[in-house]
């Protein structure tokens, strides 16, 4: 079936394009986690920072590195 291959091929195209900002993304989540637990003290419960950092995707690990953490 020529749609299939055209359709798979389209598939490949679009997750190559997408694979550094994958990897982005996956460094980006085990930084924060990791740098959530390392930080004594957050701007809020620490949970709620790993929920936010976990399930926000890109803009939660973000979100923790320029307003969770506290640098008093």
């Known amino acids: 079936n020529k749609f299939g291959g055209e359709m798979m091929t389209d598939v490949i195209?679009?997750?190559q394009l997408l694979w550094p900002l994958l990897v982005l993304q996956f460094i980006l989540l085990v930084v924060a986690i990791v740098?959530?637990?390392k930080t004594d003290e957050t701007?809020?419960?620490?949970?709620v920072w790993l929920l936010v950092i976990l399930f926000a995707n890109i803009i939660g690990p973000i979100l923790f590195f320029l307003i969770g953490r506290r640098t008093d």
């Open 35 to 37: 740098a959530c637990f």
């Open 13 to 15: 195209q679009l997750l």
């Open 43 to 47: 701007k809020g419960p620490k949970w």
